[in-house]
């Protein structure tokens, strides 16, 4: 459905805001642009809705280039970030706004009859009556998806549209948006800074940085097997633990135990260990509680998160997180032993790039 082709964009100031970006979105999916501030997310999203122009490159809906096309003539569409909604109307006519303007504009009976069905479909019928300052955030929100939709576009673009929510409403409208694009069959783009947004809602998720796609692939890849260090310290919560370490005579030198190549699972190896340093990755879940394990530690301070907690601790000079049992009896000052689960740990090269 959308195809966006060596897509480069330089404001006026000289910054590069996007480097060449190539993305395949398939028809009906949901694909979230993910994250930090400045990594170039919500510009794409501009220029795939036509409200920027590129500096090079090119995007297809359906094969066809639209670069050059207007806002209107794309036929997509958007929900802002705070809404939009027009105060002085009600939702029927905020809904309804769309499709009596332009060229294409319709008589108001009609307009109303199709806002009215949208309104049952997003489950706000007995709103349209209402101005937007009476309405809560969810509310507003379902309002204005409501508005994106009753066009009938081809595709929905979304720019961080919970972020106004608290916790407990961005979870349940979050699970509201998949399920209504998922039954309308509506390919989705959902642009977003919060990884557990985009790892719950997405097909799949592009995760960039610094006007760059560090690796787009199903939410379950980015966790399971990052392209690269930064995608392995972004996807995660709590976040990943690293450690400088050396590589000689086969073998990794690690918190003074010796890892040789045999530790680890062989098929997982992507090239040779040819340089001296890298970066050692292991996630929190991947240490276990052992009585004789070979890495003590001294208890930091423990966070409870229900069925787990997280517990703190220093290990070579890093600041370290592990995930167990919150059943266990741990206390800090204690001093506790963990083994490793050397099957699951990443090595990653001086410049980022995952060696296994």
């Known amino acids: 459905m959308i195809k966006i082709d060596n897509l480069k964009k330089v404001y006026d100031n000289g910054f590069e805001a996007l480097k060449s970006i190539n993305l395949e979105i398939e028809e009906g999916s949901l694909v979230c642009l993910l994250g930090p501030s400045g990594c170039g997310k919500t510009t794409m999203l501009n220029l795939i809705a036509g409200l920027l122009d590129p500096t090079a490159g090119e995007i297809y809906f359906a094969g066809k280039p639209v670069s050059s096309l207007h806002p209107k003539d794309r036929n997509i569409g958007m929900v802002f970030q705070n809404y939009a909604l027009y105060p002085h109307m009600n939702v029927l006519d905020n809904v309804t706004f769309p499709l009596r303007v332009g060229k294409n504009k319709i008589?108001?009976?009609?307009?109303?009859?199709?806002?009215?069905?949208?309104?049952?479909?997003t489950d706000i019928s007995e709103l349209e009556e209402k101005k937007p300052s009476a309405l809560s955030g969810g509310q507003q929100q379902r309002v204005a998806i409501t508005r994106a939709l009753v066009q009938k576009p081809q595709i929905l673009l979304l720019d961080e549209p919970l972020s106004n929510l608290d916790a407990r409403l961005r979870l349940k409208i979050r699970e509201e948006i998949r399920t209504l694009v998922k039954k309308i069959g509506l390919t989705t783009i959902f642009v977003t800074h919060d990884q557990e947004e985009a790892l719950s809602i997405s097909d799949k998720i592009a995760l960039m940085n610094q006007?760059?796609?560090?690796?787009?692939?199903?939410?379950?890849?980015?966790?399971?097997?990052?392209?690269?260090?930064?995608?392995?310290?972004?996807?995660?919560?709590?976040?990943?633990?690293?450690?400088?370490?050396?590589?000689?005579?086969?073998?990794?030198?690690?918190?003074?135990?010796?890892?040789?190549?045999?530790?680890?699972?062989?098929?997982r190896f992507k090239e040779n260990l040819s340089d001296k340093d890298y970066t050692l990755g292991i996630r929190p879940e991947h240490f276990f509680l052992d009585e004789n394990g070979p890495v003590e530690v001294q208890v930091q301070s423990v966070e409870m998160i229900g069925r787990y907690m997280i517990i703190h601790f220093d290990l070579q000079g890093q600041a370290s997180r592990a995930v167990v049992d919150s059943r266990n009896k741990i206390s800090i000052g204690q001093n506790i032993r963990f083994s490793i689960d050397y099957n699951s740990i990443y090595l990653f090269a001086k410049d980022g790039r995952r060696i296994y």
């Open 107 to 121: 008589p108001k009976e009609e307009a109303n009859k199709i806002a009215r069905e949208y309104l049952k479909l």
């Open 211 to 267: 006007g760059v796609i560090m690796q787009y692939d199903l939410p379950q890849n980015l966790y399971l097997e990052p392209a690269n260090l930064f995608v392995a310290q972004f996807i995660g919560n709590p976040i990943i633990n690293t450690y400088d370490v050396s590589y000689e005579n086969s073998t990794i030198s690690f918190n003074n135990l010796k890892l040789k190549e045999a530790d680890f699972v062989k098929e």
